[in-house]
């Protein structure tokens, strides 16, 4: 097997790459799985206030931003990225043990900031590791990350049939659980020295040279972002809401599932997808699907309509991520991919920190109906998306069109 054109052929990879990497993807996905759903519900029995919850979710949000390129450059110097995997993990499970005996709002906020901090560089620099594999030996990506997303599913169904028994109660110790195999994996990951390309977070968050020149891509990623954080006040205070509606925590897990389970069945599908289709429908479709999931929520769906919505997350984030990125491989070059990924990393960031924090004071005025104010950041980001199509060059430097159909 040849190297691609440009790169140095290697000896070969190394041994069972792609099983140590999908291990190596389980591990987070295990955390992932137990915090996202269920971590607001352990905040919740300490009976914070909804702006405190709103806190305690944002802060580490906004830090980690700023983190993460930090961590991404210093795995990129070093002479194995899978180095900071073993201090991402080990750091990760001493705050998590830390926040074993912590109840009171300041100490879990500078505990919890903390491990977002340490936290912040695992996944991405897993990815990293991953994409050297594809661009090196030509393995499959989707055969890897797949399984991160099973692991997810899994921690999620598990954790509901947990919290259906325990509470809240049983949200840290099944998490530091979860930082346990981090750590354990991150000795396991393939070690394959210094890396040839910087990875996606390594990039400062400023524009890449020449972007702003570009300003349907800064204006697609702006309004991609937006939509993406329309998704903030779901995520810090759905398994809440529908704990207080009466849902059993296995029927909680099961409706976090459903959604991750929507988004993996659109990234098989997406290569026909996206023969059918163009970059920018995509992208427009799932924001005007945003706007509709977040009106709907409010209403007493039940579960099985509940159920129904939570699929539409295959069109309000996969649809748009996979838009997104191809639109950014057509219109930018490739030695700008890095800084361009780590500016969108930045505003995803940002604003889902700022609509996550807002969102604990939209509860506490409002309840459910908070959510009709996310439909309102999802339709703003679709107009820019809209207008981000409208302002695109009639023609890129290759001659292709870009004036898609829709």
């Excluded at 140095?8 to 140590?20: D, I, K, N, S």
């Excluded at 560089?121 to 050297?132: C, G, V």
Aim: net charge neutral.
């Amino acid at each position: 097997m040849h190297a691609p054109h440009g790169m140095v052929a290697t000896a070969g990879p190394p041994r069972l790459f792609v099983l140590r990497i999908a291990i190596v993807f389980c591990a987070p996905m295990l955390v992932n799985g137990i915090a996202l759903p269920f971590f607001p519900i352990w905040l919740n029995t300490l009976s914070m206030t909804d702006w405190e919850i709103g806190v305690v979710l944002a802060v580490p949000m906004v830090v980690r931003v700023f983190t993460a390129p930090i961590a991404g450059m210093i795995a990129d110097r070093i002479g194995d990225r899978a180095s900071v995997l073993v201090w991402s993990g080990a750091m990760s499970l001493a705050t998590a043990i830390a926040l074993l005996s912590t109840e009171h709002f300041w100490p879990v906020l500078i505990l919890y900031t903390l491990q977002g901090i340490v936290y912040a560089p695992y996944l991405p620099i897993t990815d990293a590791i991953a994409l050297s594999g594809v661009r090196r030996w030509h393995f499959d990506y989707s055969r890897m990350r797949f399984w991160g997303s099973l692991a997810f599913i899994v921690s999620t169904m598990i954790g509901g049939w947990l919290a259906g028994i325990f509470g809240g109660a049983m949200v840290l110790p099944a998490m530091t659980v979860g930082f346990i195999t981090t750590v354990m994996a991150a000795f396991i990951a393939p070690r394959i020295g210094k890396p040839r390309r910087a990875s996606p977070i390594s990039a400062l968050p400023v524009a890449p040279t020449g972007l702003a020149g570009q300003m349907d891509v800064q204006l697609m990623m702006l309004g991609a972002a937006l939509v993406n954080a329309s998704h903030g006040m779901f995520y810090a205070f759905s398994a809440i809401l529908w704990g207080a509606e009466g849902f059993s925590g296995t029927e909680i897990g099961l409706l976090f599932s459903v959604g991750v389970a929507a988004e993996v069945l659109f990234f098989i599908v997406s290569a026909r997808l996206c023969r059918r289709f163009s970059l920018w429908t995509m992208i427009v479709f799932g924001s005007a699907v945003a706007m509709f999931r977040w009106v709907a929520f409010p209403h007493d769906l039940g579960f099985f309509g509940y159920f129904a919505l939570q699929s539409l997350h295959a069109f309000t984030f996969a649809a748009i991520h996979v838009g997104v990125q191809g639109r950014i491989i057509e219109r930018l070059a490739e030695e700008k991919e890095a800084s361009t990924q780590g500016l969108y990393f930045f505003y995803n960031g940002i604003f889902m920190a700022l609509t996550t924090f807002l969102s604990g004071y939209l509860f506490a005025w409002y309840g459910i109906d908070g959510f009709y104010a996310m439909s309102v950041v999802a339709a703003l980001g679709l107009v820019l998306v809209l207008l981000a199509r409208s302002i695109q060059p009639q023609r890129m430097e290759s001659g292709g069109n870009t004036n898609e159909p829709s």
